[in-house]
């Protein structure tokens, strides 16, 4: 006669389906940040020459920056494509390593769409209110890094919490100095962009995520 208890250390069919599942769920997730912390270092690097540029240009060539004030909308759209290929690329072959086939392809399109929209929606919000305009255009950046810090913040809410927190630091590097530092923000914004960038960028590896 089988005894009705199960023996120290054994899983009943629940707890091992349930182990299963678990494993499962973990390993498609992990598809949809792989190669988040690379990711983040080159929109750091990106965001923090976009700043410093503009900094550049603005204290080295007053003139330039003053009578040519939509310098700044190329500059950041040059630097908004390259990231977006880059992520793209090294989403994609992180996304490999996790799985191949339609897995990690289906995983790959949709992490690409939902950071496309996000950068769409920093240029179409900002235009959507007609502030692409001299009198407006420097309000800008204020509406775009705040809607790229939410699409972190709304993907760490999805997936990782670290990258979250990763998104709440990126609006304290641009708004605080923004407020604090005067004629100097975008050169300490430049900075905490990038320092940001790489203090996320460990963490979330530390926490296991690539």
């Known amino acids: 006669m089988q005894s009705s208890h199960h023996e120290p250390g054994t899983l009943t069919p629940q707890q091992s389906w349930g182990a299963i599942h678990e494993t499962m769920e973990e390993a498609r997730s992990s598809m949809y940040v792989a190669g988040t912390s690379t990711i983040l270092l080159l929109w750091g690097f990106i965001v923090s020459l976009g700043f410093a540029s503009?900094?550049?240009?603005?204290?080295l060539a007053p003139e330039f920056a003053s009578t040519n004030p939509w310098f700044a909308g190329p500059l950041w759209g040059v630097l908004a494509i390259a990231g977006m290929l880059g992520s793209a690329i090294i989403g994609h072959r992180a996304g490999r390593e996790k799985a191949v086939g339609d897995v990690a392809r289906n995983a790959g399109i949709k992490v690409f769409l939902?950071?496309?929209?996000?950068?769409?929606?920093?240029l179409l919000v900002p235009a959507a209110a007609g502030m692409w305009n001299e009198d407006?255009?420097?309000?800008?950046?204020?509406?775009?890094?705040?809607?790229?810090?939410l699409g972190y913040i709304?993907?760490?809410?999805?997936?990782r919490p670290v990258i979250a927190a990763v998104g709440v630091g990126i609006a304290a590097?641009?708004?605080?100095?923004g407020y604090l530092a005067g004629d100097a923000a975008l050169a300490v914004s430049a900075v905490?962009?990038?320092?940001?960038?790489?203090?996320?960028?460990?963490?979330?590896?530390r926490s296991g995520i690539l």
């Open 54 to 59: 503009q900094y550049a240009t603005e204290t």
């Open 173 to 177: 590097a641009f708004y605080v100095p």
């Open 114 to 122: 939902f950071w496309l929209s996000v950068a769409a929606a920093a």
């Open 136 to 149: 407006s255009g420097a309000n800008i950046p204020h509406v775009a890094i705040g809607i790229v810090a």
């Open 192 to 205: 905490a962009m990038l320092a940001i960038a790489v203090l996320g960028a460990v963490w979330i590896r």
């Open 154 to 159: 709304l993907f760490g809410i999805m997936s």
